[in-house]
Structures are given as C-alpha cells and as structure tokens.
C-alpha cells in the first residue's frame, strides 16, 4: 500500500513529515502543537488557547484531507502537565459532537518548542 501525503497551509510542520497520511480507508493526522501557522510561532496564552490552536491546525489538514470533525475515530492528547487536564478537556468537548471519538490523554515531560500540548488524530474516509 502506498502512503498518500496530505498537507495544509494552515498547519506547520517543525520536521521532516506529512500533516497527514492517507493509508486505505483511513486517514493519520501528525501532532499538531499550538503554531501559529501566520506567524510560525507559538500561540501565546494558556492551555485553552494552545489546544484550540492545536484544533484549528489540526481541522486545516482534516479540511484538506477532505475530511470532516465527524470523520475522526481516534484522538491522542499529549499534556506537559496534568493539570492542565479539565481545561484541555472544555476545549476539546466543543470540537467534537456525540458520540465522541475515542480518546488517549498522555502525560509527557516535554513537547517541541516547549508547546503545553500536541493533538494528534486518525480519521476514517467515508466507503
């Protein structure tokens, strides 16, 4: 099976990846952290600001992957900090409607350009 690379102007990529990678049926969404992809850098503010930003490049690759919120099966959320937890989460809940794509959150000592957190997804094309 061949990969299929997705990429998206309103995303950033701080290495050597696709946004995306379409494999079959599904779609890989690379972690996306709190860039902003008009300036290059980090979003300042707090963990509510960095996880929306983190949507927001995340739904520029699943909007050019053709692809849309619902499509999402699988979501990986990777904290600096655990506390951070119920602030992410009040975020995360207006991204998605019910029924809520599975959820990993993982506790991590560090992200890349010291980002308070990384999103990451899998998404199904519709057959």
């Known amino acids: 099976m061949t990969r299929i ?8 990529a ?3 990846y696709s946004h ?10 690379s972690g996306q952290t709190p860039i902003d992809s008009n300036t ?5 503010g707090d963990i509510s600001a960095q996880t929306k930003q983190c949507f927001i490049n995340l739904f520029n690759v699943l909007e050019a992957a053709g692809l849309q919120p619902q499509d999402v099966i699988k979501v990986n959320v990777f904290l600096t900090n655990m506390d ?3 602030a992410m989460n009040e975020v995360y809940e207006g991204q998605f409607s019910t029924p809520y794509p599975a959820r990993t959150t993982i506790g991590v000592a560090s992200l890349p350009l010291n980002a ?8 199904r094309k519709a057959v």
Request: charged share 20%; hydrophobic share 50%.
């Open 5 to 12: 690379a997705i990429n998206a102007k309103g995303a950033v």
């Open 14 to 16: 701080v290495g050597p």
């Open 20 to 29: 995306a990678v379409e494999a079959g049926e599904t779609v890989y969404f």
């Open 40 to 44: 290059g850098k980090l979003v300042e």
């Open 84 to 86: 951070n937890f119920k």
């Open 116 to 123: 308070q957190v990384e999103i990451e997804m899998i998404a």
